[in-house]
């Protein structure tokens, strides 16, 4: 069983405190430093948050159907994270630049990826699958860490361009790097966090605590919540309520804020819970109980914000029903496309290996060639 | 032309990179104020700033993980590991990030990386100070890895690793650092140039000869002079080739020279078992099965860890080595 979440007031300065501005039930609190920071959310944001969290939801669970429909050969669920995620991406502006562990499937939504770019990947048909520079949005990365510090040396990048602490708001950039409670066990982690304090470099490392690294508990990660890592490292820490959209904005939003302005990196702790496996490939009944699912169902991100917006008459049901009806036509249009996705001729798979020309790529790209060659022949000659 | 050292040959060759575009960074342990351990990066920090000139913190694999961003980011960074037995914990980032990104990203993004490292053995080091590790990376798909054998090449080799598009381990021979040769600093260094013919990855025939040909990088290119050297004494004229590039290796240049000669050496510090002659053996035997007048021998490093640097005169591919080797092929 993992610890209960007790929330209280956070701040910055004290990461043992977590975050929260809207409640399991849908009640928004006051917080003195955080609270200000959500305060531009209006209607219109908070229905975008929720239309966000709904379609990602919506995608998930059609692409975890088409795995075990023998059509993705694995996926990596975010079920259960969708406040952290659009949270956070929500406080992102397009100049800013995510690098994604390989969940964050509702970051990329909000980054304006076309989520059926996100399947050739899992399908096998593609490496990637989306322009990272068109979308200020990353390739995945597998290696668990391993993108915190690309993430570091691009945010390194940014400050070398000068396009920080201008006070510019059309110039001033920042880098984000999500990953999981796991990862921070991970050496580059902790390198990424030693070089983005060194160079004060503009980034928010965001971890998203979903308490599980695959089937081990984040307590074998780490004694102390992951929050009091970064103090270590000179990094200011703040912990917050995942399954909280609201709050997962407004933390993200003052860390990006403070790169941005050349005040240095910031690390984010969202405690979150992942409801699904870890991917496709695992069993969670072996190595979780159903009493803490249920612990964790019940502070359903989505839910709490929907029962906010119809107790502050932000959204009407015909808003909520007209969501749904996004959510399924996207469900429906992905589900088409992922069994329109095939991998190219075999030879593509010599293509960009190098960018420059490169003689033992043309060699054994040639031999291939030659060698597929023989087999249509053979098939002419029936 | 003036006599240079390989060392101060790549110091004006990092130098000249930096002048003609200023997102050329140098990245390493220690490469600033002091100059890194071999001095190679002598006096950049001092005209170039710590902007450009970075004292990173002492994490190898964070400084190829962040140069990874930085080339994400417009920028050509130029790494230094300060020594090969310490790449060990940059191999994830070289192997599974640097390598791939290109091809993950299906050509989206370029990986202009430098890993520049002072490689093999040689100068009495301890332990993890003298290895050659280039048949690790050479076997990732992605990495271009050369090795400057003179100070020439030592001056343009490291700008035409700076301007290509795909990462480069650039590996300097550190037992050779302080040879001096003639080098023009002043010559213009074709960087349009990355395919095997010509160019970073063209190997360089540096003594013709009919008898036997003997194939090395790096630091045993010198070697395989004094081998050819002493072999002409003895009445056999050796054809030296220096590869100059390992991932790719100009099996043109190669294969040329043994349907000429009919016999093959190939030495280089790095262990023989699994090593960078294996693959050279095999593919000219396929190229040149019918030229071969005697089986391709390798002389390397032995199954072992590098030794004390006591016995590394006894592992080395030194002239005795070489010379054994010859005599064998030319028994045949």
């Known amino acids: 069983m993992t610890e209960p979440l007790t929330v209280q007031p956070g701040t910055a300065s004290d990461p043992t405190t977590i975050v929260q501005l809207l409640d399991a039930e849908g009640h928004r609190h006051h917080h003195p430093e955080y609270g200000p920071f959500a305060a531009d959310l209006d209607a219109d944001a908070l229905r975008a948050m929720y239309r966000d969290m709904v379609l990602t939801r919506a995608f998930d669970t059609q692409a975890t159907s088409l795995q075990r429909q023998g059509e993705l050969g694995l996926w990596a669920p975010c079920l259960g994270q969708e406040g952290a995620q659009i949270g956070s991406a929500h406080a992102l502006a397009p100049r800013d630049f995510v690098f994604p562990s390989y969940r964050e499937h509702g970051v990329a939504l909000v980054r304006g990826v076309d989520l059926r770019d996100l399947l050739p990947l899992f399908r096998g048909t593609r490496h990637g699958g989306w322009d990272p520079r068109a979308h200020n949005f990353h390739l995945y990365s597998i290696v668990i860490g391993s993108h915190t510090l690309h993430a570091v040396g691009y945010a390194m990048g940014v400050q070398r361009d000068g396009d920080v602490g201008t006070g510019d708001p059309e110039r001033d950039r920042a880098v984000v790097a999500y990953f999981g409670d796991g990862a921070t066990s991970q050496g580059d982690v902790s390198e990424a966090l030693v070089f983005a304090a060194s160079a004060n470099a503009p980034v928010v490392f965001f971890v998203q605590n979903n308490h599980w690294a695959i089937s081990v508990p984040t307590t074998v990660q780490s004694r102390v919540p992951l929050a009091q890592r970064g103090p270590g490292f000179g990094v200011p820490s703040v912990r917050v309520d995942g399954n909280d959209p609201i709050a997962c904005y407004a933390v993200t939003r003052a860390a990006l804020e403070r790169a941005r302005s050349g005040a240095g990196p910031s690390f984010v702790e969202a405690v979150t819970y992942r409801m699904g496996a870890h991917t496709t490939s695992d069993d969670p009944t072996r190595y979780r109980d159903r009493a803490e699912e249920d612990l964790w169902r019940a502070k359903d991100p989505i839910a709490r914000l929907k029962a906010h917006l119809l107790a502050e008459s932000l959204a009407d049901e015909a808003f909520l029903a007209g969501v749904d009806e996004e959510a399924d036509e996207l469900a429906a249009a992905v589900r088409d496309h992922c069994r329109t996705l095939e991998a190219g001729p075999p030879e593509q798979l010599f293509d960009h290996v190098y960018t420059a020309p490169h003689p033992l790529v043309a060699e054994e790209r040639a031999q291939m060639t030659e060698f597929e060659a023989g087999f249509a022949d053979e098939e002419g000659a029936r | ?332």
């Open chain 2, 1 to 332: 032309m003036t006599a240079t050292a390989l060392a101060r040959a790549i110091n004006a060759g990092l130098r000249a990179a930096m002048e003609r575009d200023d997102k050329v960074i140098l990245m390493g342990e220690d490469i600033g104020p002091l100059g890194g351990v071999f001095r190679v990066t002598d006096g950049l920090h001092k005209d170039f700033g710590p902007d450009r000139v970075v004292d990173t913190p002492l994490a190898e694999s964070g400084i190829v993980g962040t140069a990874i961003g930085l080339a994400m980011a417009g920028y050509r960074p130029v790494c230094e590991i300060q020594f090969d037995g310490f790449i060990f914990p940059a191999f994830d980032q070289i192997t599974t990030q640097l390598a791939k990104l290109t091809y993950r990203s299906l050509g989206d993004l370029q990986m202009p990386v430098v890993i520049r490292v002072p490689f093999g053995g040689g100068i009495g080091a301890i332990e993890h100070h003298s290895e050659s590790p280039e048949a690790l990376f050479a076997h990732t798909p992605g990495l271009r890895i050369v090795a400057p054998a003179t100070a020439a090449d030592g001056f343009t080799m490291i700008q035409q690793a700076i301007a290509s598009p795909d990462p480069v381990l650039f590996l300097e021979p550190k037992s050779r650092y302080w040879d001096k040769a003639d080098v023009d600093l002043q010559a213009e260094v074709d960087l349009s140039e990355t395919g095997v013919t010509t160019g970073l990855h063209a190997a360089r025939v540096v003594r013709p000869g009919s008898h036997a040909t003997v194939v090395g990088y790096g630091p045993t290119v010198k070697t395989l002079l004094a081998a050819a050297e002493v072999a002409a004494g003895e009445g056999t004229e050796l054809e030296v080739i220096d590869l100059r590039s390992v991932s790719p290796i100009d099996f043109d240049a190669i294969t040329a020279s043994v349907q000429r000669t009919g016999r093959l050496v190939v030495a280089h510090e790095a262990p023989t078992f699994f090593g960078p002659g294996a693959e050279i053996a095999a593919r000219v035997t396929e190229r040149c099965f019918y030229h071969l007048e005697a089986p391709v021998l390798r002389v390397g490093g032995y199954h072992t860890p590098y030794p004390t640097a006591k016995h590394e005169e006894s592992y080395l591919p030194n002239l005795d080595r070489v010379l054994d080797a010859v005599d064998r092929v030319l028994a045949y």
